[in-house]
Nanobody, 122 residues
């Protein structure tokens, strides 16, 4: 059974940084992509970034490109999202997700974590 556990959320001022972690377990993920999505109150879930465990594909959403960086540690089965130059509009619940292959849409992903709250104050 696949488990994804996010951590690292919190409250930060605009312009600050946070690093989220997603620990994955339950299967071999070598052919999988891992992604981060976020959801603000009253809005649809939005793609943030994705990476394949093989490292041959990385993709960012337009709203975070140049500010966020996704990476993975294969030995720890953990994916990270380094978030810099945070803005109030980055506020939301951040979810880790996994799928075989690659994708950037919500329905591409089969497995989801419980989410971690990120709040950026102005």
């Amino acid at each position: 059974q696949v488990q994804l556990v996010e951590s690292g959320g919190g409250l930060v001022q605009a312009g600050g940084s946070l690093r989220l972690s997603c620990a994955a377990s339950g299967r071999t993920f070598s052919s999988y992509a891992m992604a981060w999505f976020r959801q603000a109150p009253g809005k649809e879930r939005e793609f943030v970034a994705a990476i394949r465990w093989s490292g041959d594909w990385i993709y960012y959403g337009d709203s975070v490109s140049g500010r966020f960086n996704i990476s993975r540690d294969n030995a720890k089965n953990t994916v990270y999202l380094q978030m810099n130059s945070l803005k109030p509009e980055d506020t939301g619940v951040y979810y880790c997700a996994a799928c075989e292959g690659r994708g950037w849409r919500v329905y591409d992903y089969d497995y989801w974590g419980q989410g971690t709250q990120v709040t950026v104050s102005s």
